[in-house]
């Protein structure tokens, strides 16, 4: 089954070149674009689409809006979004993640690295680099402690504790398995039970909540 993708671009120019680089794809099928948020926040609706290429800078809507309102609570869209964008800032990086983002790539990103990108948002994982994830520890490191711990975390077991503590600090799966002592499948499991019961999509949320919810501090080992 083929993964479909919106565009969502404001310059037609980069949305051709975009739809050319994944038409080479079997397994991808471009199902839709839109030139500003507003637009891509219809179409995504319309089309759902397993993934949406978003821009952040676009009229109308801008990426980071239409990226909050798909996944508003208002919202019953079930997609994807991988933000694309030429500015590799911080700001963007921590408001796209926050937004509900699943990836983030500069476009000048190898043809091949969008390809990769695509299947990793598309097979429920997210892209989240440890230099992201330095970045996101950094944001949280000027703002104030959180003044409780989240209640929700009273549902986690001790271990699914250790597992969200590490997956905060850029760990993969293998990684955790190797700390951990414990098998690969078994992390898996309980990466899964972790955003079961969290209500987390993917790694990134799982980042940001760990920290938002003061589970992990910056600096902290």
């Known amino acids: 089954?083929?993964?479909?993708?919106?565009?969502?671009?404001?310059?037609?120019?980069?949305?051709?070149?975009?739809?050319?680089?994944?038409?080479?794809?079997?397994d991808i099928e471009?199902?839709?674009?839109?030139?500003?948020?507003?637009?891509?926040?219809?179409?995504?609706?319309?089309?759902?689409?397993?993934?949406?290429?978003?821009?952040?800078?676009?009229?109308?809507?801008?990426?980071?809006?239409?990226?909050?309102?798909?996944?508003?609570?208002?919202?019953?869209?079930?997609?994807?979004?991988?933000?694309?964008?030429?500015?590799?800032?911080?700001?963007?990086?921590?408001?796209?993640?926050?937004?509900?983002?699943?990836?983030?790539?500069?476009?000048?990103?190898?043809?091949?690295?969008?390809?990769?990108?695509?299947?990793?948002?598309?097979?429920g994982d997210a892209l989240l680099a440890p230099s992201v994830t330095r970045r996101i520890v950094e944001e949280f490191a000027a703002l104030p402690p959180a003044p409780q711990p989240d209640a929700k975390l009273d549902k986690l077991t001790e271990r699914e504790l250790e597992v969200l503590r590490h997956i905060a600090r850029g760990m993969s799966n293998a990684e955790i398995a190797s700390t951990l002592v414990i098998g690969y499948a078994t992390v898996k499991t309980h990466v899964s039970s972790v955003f079961a019961k969290l209500g987390l999509r993917d790694r990134v949320q799982a980042v940001v909540y760990a920290f938002e919810s003061g589970l992990v501090r910056p600096g902290a080992t």
């Open 1 to 26: 089954m083929s993964i479909t993708v919106l565009l969502a671009d404001d310059q037609a120019m980069v949305r051709a070149g975009f739809h050319m680089v994944l038409d080479a794809e079997p």
């Open 30 to 123: 471009v199902v839709g674009e839109a030139q500003d948020g507003a637009t891509a926040l219809e179409a995504a609706g319309r089309l759902h689409p397993d993934v949406v290429l978003m821009d952040i800078q676009m009229p109308v809507m801008d990426g980071l809006e239409a990226t909050r309102r798909m996944f508003g609570p208002e919202s019953n869209i079930d997609t994807r979004v991988l933000i694309l964008t030429t500015f590799d800032r911080d700001q963007y990086i921590f408001e796209a993640l926050r937004a509900g983002a699943s990836g983030f790539l500069l476009k000048n990103a190898p043809p091949e690295d969008l390809i990769s990108a695509i299947h990793i948002v598309a097979d």
